[in-house]
Every structure is written in structure tokens, then in C-alpha cells.
T-cell receptor, first 115, second 113 residues
Framework: SAVISQKPSRDICQRGTSLTIQCQVDSQVTMMFWYRQQPGQSLTLIATANQGSEATYESGFVIDKFPISRPNLTFSTLTVSNMSPEDSSIYLC????????????FGSGTRLTVV | GQQVMQIPQYQHVQEGEDFTTYCNSSTTLSNIQWYKQRPGGHPVFLIQLVKSGEVKKQKRLTFQFGEAKKNSSLHITATQTTDVGTYFCAGPNRGSTLGRLYFGRGTQLTVWP
């Protein structure tokens, strides 16, 4: 299965600023997914990123707030823009498996605190 | 829209007791997957079930997929402290085998030594 390197692992940011989270995959993958997870809660899908096309956002998430880049088949970034304390959460990237028997792989997550 | 429900939300057991979490989808699924997330960690794939009525075992863990392919369960026999974490079920979009996943809310398991 793929191995994902996600950076940063955590950050504390001032409100009104932006943070870019990176995910680097050790193999080429078709789809990358960005999730948000509040402590003790389930995973909420923010958007799906395919290489060479605009990301597809879920209801409640907009490109201006969470711009995503997918420049190639092994890399993606999620930016959390104009942050407020409500954006404090864990952000996770994930990739679909080349072989479904191995399941989806997740990055180690970015724990974001906005003060 | 498509939903995946999971109960219970929390389960506290004493070490050695059994544990079960149940998952129910609003639509028929092509497959259902189970993930475990340790405290402070990220979700890790446990298993995938594809066939109607399928049962799979991993040591003390038993996974079942319902006959209608809309529900599933995970049963842990004789829990250990290493089983602590949150267990999520997840299924793909209706009619798909891959693509985005719909996650249940998870069952957070606590094991007293």
C-alpha cells in the first residue's frame, strides 16, 4: 500500500492567517482526499482532488476557504485560508488504493489550533 | 444523501470482555471497510468485505457483511488493552467500488485493565 508523508504534523496559527498542508505519496495515485476530523468525531470529507482537474468540494466547503492543488499524481496541498478558531481541527489526506484489498491509506494528520 | 450509521458511539469494557460495533448503510454497498484509529493516530485499514454474508476473521476480530450488503459488524473476543481506539466502518459511493468513502461516526472503545 502507499505511504503518505503529511506536513506539518501540528501548528498553532493566528486567526486571519493561512496554513498550507502538504501530502506526498510514494507512488502515483489517481484520487486524493482531504478530510477534517474534530476530536472524538468522525471524518468529514472536504474535497476530492484529481490530478489535472479542479477539486470536487463537499457541501459546506468552498474553494476560497480551502483551496487545493494537485500538480501531479504524487502530491497535493490543502490550504486553510483566513483561519478562525472554528477551523481548529485535525486535517487528514488519504489516497485510494491501487489494490482495494489494501484499503485506503491516510496521512498522519495535521493538528491545527487557531488562536 | 447516502449515510452510514454506526452504534454504539462509546463502549467501555473490562479486559477480557467481548465488544461489538454495528454499522448500517442507507444504500446497498459494493464493499464495506473497517478502520481502526488509535488515540492521537490516523485511521488504519483493517479489512474489506465484498460478498453478501461474508465473514472474515483476524485473530480475535470477526467481521461480518450482511446478506443485503447494507449492514456489517465487528466483534472482538476477549478484548485487550491494545484494542483501545476508535473503530470506523466505511463504504464507497452507491454503485462504486472505489472513490470517496462514507464513514460511520465510529465506536470509541475503552478497555479497563
Amino acid at each position: 500500500s502507499a505511504v503518505i508523508s503529511q506536513k506539518p504534523s501540528r501548528d498553532i496559527c493566528q486567526r486571519g492567517t493561512s496554513l498550507t498542508i502538504q501530502c506526498q505519496v510514494d507512488s502515483q495515485v489517481t484520487m486524493m482526499f482531504w478530510y477534517r476530523q474534530q476530536p472524538g468525531q468522525s471524518l468529514t470529507l472536504i474535497a476530492t482532488a484529481n490530478q489535472g482537474s479542479e477539486a470536487t468540494y463537499e457541501s459546506g466547503f468552498v474553494i476560497d476557504k480551502f483551496p487545493i492543488s494537485r500538480p501531479n499524481l504524487t502530491f497535493s496541498t490543502l490550504t486553510v485560508s483566513n483561519m478562525s478558531p472554528e477551523d481548529s481541527s485535525i486535517y487528514l489526506c488519504s489516497v485510494d488504493p491501487s489494490d482495494i484489498n489494501y484499503g485506503y491509506t491516510f496521512g498522519s494528520g495535521t493538528r491545527l489550533t487557531v488562536v | 444523501g447516502q449515510q452510514v450509521m454506526q452504534i454504539p458511539q462509546y463502549q467501555h469494557v473490562q479486559e477480557g470482555e467481548d465488544f461489538t460495533t454495528y454499522c448500517n448503510s442507507s444504500t446497498t454497498l459494493s464493499n464495506i471497510q473497517w478502520y481502526k484509529q488509535r488515540p492521537g493516530g490516523h485511521p488504519v485499514f483493517l479489512i474489506q468485505l465484498v460478498k453478501s454474508g461474508e465473514v472474515k476473521k483476524q485473530k480475535r476480530l470477526t467481521f461480518q457483511f450482511g446478506e443485503a450488503k447494507k449492514n456489517s459488524s465487528l466483534h472482538i473476543t476477549a478484548t485487550q488493552t491494545t484494542d483501545v481506539g476508535t473503530y470506523f466502518c466505511a463504504g464507497p459511493n452507491r454503485g462504486s467500488t472505489l472513490g470517496r468513502l462514507y464513514f460511520g461516526r465510529g465506536t470509541q472503545l475503552t478497555v479497563w485493565p
